[in-house]
């Protein structure tokens, strides 16, 4: 290959980023444009792969100890047994991979519904410019700063590019997540939905796609925000109006195809303002967002907890405390962005109705009716959903079966009254190690061999794989519940070993010649105990 074919194709990958970081029809989106970044470098994808070799190098430095060490299992007919099975192939699925990879335990699988590189919110649904995330966060690393999101960053874009940068672009947050687990060879099965969990005698049967088997020792759900539920739609909306009458704020959609049209949005968290911004920038005719609190979030507490005391500490806390502090952090709750409000903004069709929810819904004349809690009443083309999670485990395929078992705070913790919080009451209690606890003990055996690391670790422990800022501390507990688990299974069998333990480490044989015999030893200096095995006798009852 001459020079200038080697440049073009080093080039490729700079302008498939270039490509990925424009927002869809660019040429036809009005009002504010996203923030600029600095282009991708030219050499971008050989800077890259110096960075790879320099992970792998540091990977190797870092190797101690080496020696992998979960013994392994047999599965029914003889089929594999993974020690640990991730059920989330994003952010942080990815980040515990590398964490267990770390401990040596490497017998892993990460399974995910999606294609590769559509796992997760970032280019599928999320319709933010940015990361709301500091721009110098970093998790997935687990502490190697050639794995640090800024390296990766700088390695594209260059330092100048670093300095210039506000705050992540998704779609290159995208990027430095696939980079991450091309770097790593981390073991992920893309279109792989899990939809069954369980008990098969200790171990845990994962249904995936609703027909293949297989099975692992622990299982991490992994899963995101709705990890413990499902999106949010009001009942009296799924009764009384077919499903081609409203969409999810996070469904995986295209704007465009609602241009020209009468548009309200139930809902004014985070995604709901960034779907309206998105409706608005490809053409909608008006967006009516509905927003039931009487004036818009300014405060996010979430910035507050950002300090390292909270981050490590929090999970070791009593429930009161626990309680005491997240039962604050949600009745603050969280404003959009700046971003949102600003995009929204800009487009006289936009209209806020603050103060009100939904009470009716009819189709009426091939439009939607919408009666709200005020006693306002409005026709619309087409309605966007934006209300947010349930958590109830019952609406998750995959935990059905098990769901009125599982624990939550309700079971365990009765707050003063001035505190109480029929929402947080639904999130799962967890265990120290981010297991599930059953509401009856040993109903059902699965649960103590599944981890919970989607929104719902949220109230136990304030960290969960929904949350960037927190991922560094949050997934320690998991990581040495997981490990620990796995040790105590396997002690019996490496205590045997260690009993029976005669791996030669020092030869004594060069000192054959200087041995001095005691009286009446007579032994040969080839037969003298000193040139014996050091093999402690195991009794045959314990061979």
Not at 8 to 14: G, K, R, T
Request: net charge negative; charged share 25%.
């Amino acid at each position: 290959m001459d020079l200038q074919s080697a440049r073009a194709e080093l080039d490729q990958y700079a302008s498939a980023l270039s490509r990925q970081l424009e927002p869809d029809h660019a040429d036809l989106r009005q009002g504010l444009k996203p923030p600029a970044v600095l282009p991708p470098l030219p050499d971008a994808r050989e800077r890259l792969d110096a960075l790879t070799e320099r992970v792998r190098h540091d990977m190797e430095i870092l190797s101690y100890p080496k020696d992998p060490w979960v013994l392994p299992r047999i599965g029914p007919n003889g089929a594999h047994v993974y020690d640990v099975a991730i059920v989330g192939g994003g952010q942080c699925g990815l980040t515990l991979a590398f964490g267990l990879r770390r401990e040596r335990v490497d017998n892993v699988i990460v399974l995910d519904g999606a294609p590769r590189g559509r796992e997760g919110p970032w280019t599928t649904y999320s319709r933010m410019w940015t990361l709301r995330s500091p721009k110098h966060v970093t998790g997935p690393d687990l502490g190697i700063p050639s794995l640090a999101p800024r390296s990766w960053y700088e390695a594209v874009f260059g330092e100048a590019g670093w300095q210039a940068l506000d705050k992540w672009p998704r779609q290159a947050w995208q990027a430095y997540l696939d980079w991450y687990r091309q770097a790593l060879d981390l073991p992920v099965r893309n279109d792989a939905r899990v939809t069954a969990f369980a008990d098969a005698d200790g171990l845990v049967e994962l249904t995936i796609n609703g027909q293949e088997s297989l099975w692992a020792r622990k299982v991490v759900l992994a899963t995101g925000l709705e990890g413990m539920g499902d999106w949010y739609v009001p009942p009296f909306l799924r009764d009384k109006l077919p499903a081609g009458a409203y969409t999810l704020c996070t469904a995986d959609v295209d704007s465009f195809d609602w241009r020209n049209r009468k548009i309200a949005v139930l809902g004014a968290g985070a995604t709901a303002w960034d779907r309206a911004a998105d409706l608005l920038e490809l053409g909608a005719a008006s967006v009516t967002m509905y927003m039931r609190r009487g004036q818009i979030l300014t405060a996010n507490p979430f910035r507050y907890t950002e300090k390292a005391g909270f981050l490590r500490h929090y999970a070791s806390m009593s429930d009161a405390d626990k309680w005491r502090w997240m039962r604050t952090i949600f009745t603050f709750g969280q404003p959009p962005t700046q971003d949102g409000v600003d995009r929204c903004a800009a487009f006289d069709n936009f209209t806020l109705h603050v103060g009100a929810s939904w009470q009716d819904a009819r189709m009426l004349a091939g439009a939607i009716e919408v009666t709200a809690t005020d006693g306002t009443v409005e026709t619309f083309d087409h309605l966007f959903i934006g209300c947010g999670f349930s958590m109830d485990p019952r609406n998750r395929p995959e935990l059905a079966a098990f769901a009125d078992n599982i624990a939550t705070w309700a079971d365990v913790y009765t707050p003063p009254e001035e505190m109480a919080d029929p929402w947080l009451m639904t999130y799962p209690y967890l265990d120290r190690d981010l297991s599930f606890v059953e509401r009856t003990p040993g109903k059902t055996p699965v649960l103590n061999n599944i981890y919970c690391f989607n929104y719902g670790a949220t109230a136990s422990n304030a960290h969960s794989g929904a949350s960037l800022s927190g991922l560094r501390y949050g997934i320690e507990p998991l990581l040495h519940g997981i490990t620990y688990a796995l040790w105590v299974d396997d002690e019996p069998m490496h205590f045997d070993t260690i009993r029976a333990w005669c791996d030669v480490d020092t030869d004594p044989s060069p000192l054959a010649t200087h041995l001095r015999h005691g009286p009446g030893q007579g032994a040969s200096r080839t037969e003298h105990p000193a040139f014996r095995p050091t093999l402690r006798r195991v009794r045959s009852d314990q061979s």
